[in-house]
């Protein structure tokens, strides 16, 4: 689709979008967690030493994305079944990787990770199907790693150095503001490396990135033993003795939202092909959605005067609703601006569902309980994926739609209890 071809439904959302993430960064700061002037000395270095990383290693996760599909295409695979494999295989690691991470801490467990990745896009160069299915079985390894290590390490050196917790989610919302930012850059630098030198190209730019990232975590502390002094043991008896129901609860709520999240993932282009009766920008979409998702991160840090739980449960239920809509109204304009209200949804859940899981998971399992929650998100997305072609699609959004209301509920029964004492 050639540039002067782009449609102005998603140019004009484009441009707007860009325009407000500019107009929240230049806007007078408010006030946060706490008052710039007695934020602990170092704090602002912390965050940059932890988000660097972070942003690089997500960098060169989505660098990967947009070109895996087409790469396992050109060698002549079954892309469904490499996927299959692989979420199979995140959901089965989910069930060890927490225990491995509490052994290992979360410094070499990061290092793990990008050692990992590195054997993963190495693999990719290969048409060999068995070397794949290998790449695809250690790809569900390093994404269970991904999603709970660095998280990990940030909360216990933020714990460590006893910066107040109210903090955190300050570093939680600039992370999740910047991978989507990466994400957009990510997407850009793929193409113009598929375009030139084929589809491997973005692989091996993620194996440059991902060593440069594996470098910067190699000068982190290792705080996993230190973390676990008097503060620590004190907020995990805390957990453990009065808010296990309210974890357990946030638990599900968080893996419910992101399973629908993620079968929206393998939705999201069909839906829109098929309300537009043709092919549309996806390039320019996924931009649009990125923007989205680092615009709600920056929401996410000026709506610290709510409690956090209160804002996970409203996002929850308008991200149901921007669902329901078009699964029951599929027009072209009301299915793309409700996408983009959805992604915006959880641009703000993401750092929201950090926060809840540092402040009510106990420290001292905190590894095993976050792998244990990534199980029910990946059954939900591998049932989504079995069910893709044998049902309509807008049904298939329409149940994520009532997936993010159950999640919304799981959390208006804590927020409830939280409020009766």
Not at 12 to 37: D, F
Not at 146 to 162: D, V
Not at 173 to 180: H, R, V, Y
């Amino acid at each position: 689709m050639e540039l002067l071809n782009w449609p102005p439904y998603v140019t004009i959302p484009c441009s707007v979008l860009a325009i407000m993430l500019g107009m929240l960064h230049v806007m007078p700061k408010q006030k946060k967690y706490v008052n710039e002037s007695i934020k602990p000395l170092g704090f602002k270095k912390f965050q940059k030493q932890y988000v660097i990383v972070f942003w690089l290693v997500m960098f060169a996760d989505w660098l990967q994305g947009p070109n895996m599909y087409t790469l396992y295409k050109s060698y002549g695979m079954d892309v469904g079944k490499l996927f299959m494999i692989g979420f199979l295989s995140s959901a089965l690691s989910s069930c060890f990787v927490g225990q491995l991470v509490e052994k290992w801490g979360p410094k070499q467990a990061c290092l793990i990770y990008c050692l990992l990745e590195v054997m993963i896009n190495s693999m990719e160069h290969f048409p060999n199907f068995k070397l794949l299915v290998l790449s695809r079985i250690l790809g569900g390894i390093s994404t269970a790693l991904l999603s709970l290590s660095f998280e990990s390490w940030m909360i216990n050196e933020h714990r460590r150095r006893q910066f107040p917790e109210e903090l955190l989610g300050s570093t939680f919302a600039l992370a999740s503001e910047g991978s989507g930012i990466a994400a957009i850059i990510a997407g850009i630098v793929a193409q113009i490396g598929a375009d030139k030198y084929g589809d491997i190209a973005p692989f091996q730019l993620a194996i440059i990135v991902t060593v440069l990232a594996a470098f910067f975590i190699a000068q982190w502390p290792n705080n996993y033993e230190k973390s676990l002094d008097n503060k620590t043991k004190s907020l995990s008896t805390s957990c453990d003795s009065g808010s296990l129901s309210h974890a357990m609860k946030i638990g599900f709520a968080y893996s419910i939202f992101e399973g629908a999240m993620y079968n929206f993932v393998f939705m999201w282009v069909p839906l829109l092909q098929q309300a537009a009766s043709g092919p549309v920008p996806t390039g320019l979409i996924f931009s649009c959605f990125m923007l989205c998702i680092a615009i709600g991160g920056k929401l996410f840090g000026a709506l610290c005067f709510i409690p956090t739980v209160t804002v996970a449960m409203i996002i929850a239920a308008i991200s149901s609703i921007t669902l329901a809509i078009p699964a029951w109204c599929p027009s072209l304009l009301s299915t793309f601006m409700t996408f983009l209200a959805y992604e915006m949804c959880i641009g703000v859940f993401i750092p929201c569902s950090a926060v809840l899981r540092a402040t009510y998971f106990s420290p001292l399992h905190f590894n095993t309980l976050v792998a244990m929650f990534r199980l029910p998100t990946n059954l939900l997305v591998l049932g989504g994926m079995l069910l893709v072609d044998s049902i309509d699609m807008t049904r298939l959004l329409g149940a994520c739609a009532v997936l993010l209301c159950v999640s919304a509920l799981f959390l208006s029964q804590v927020k409830s209890k939280l409020n009766l004492n």
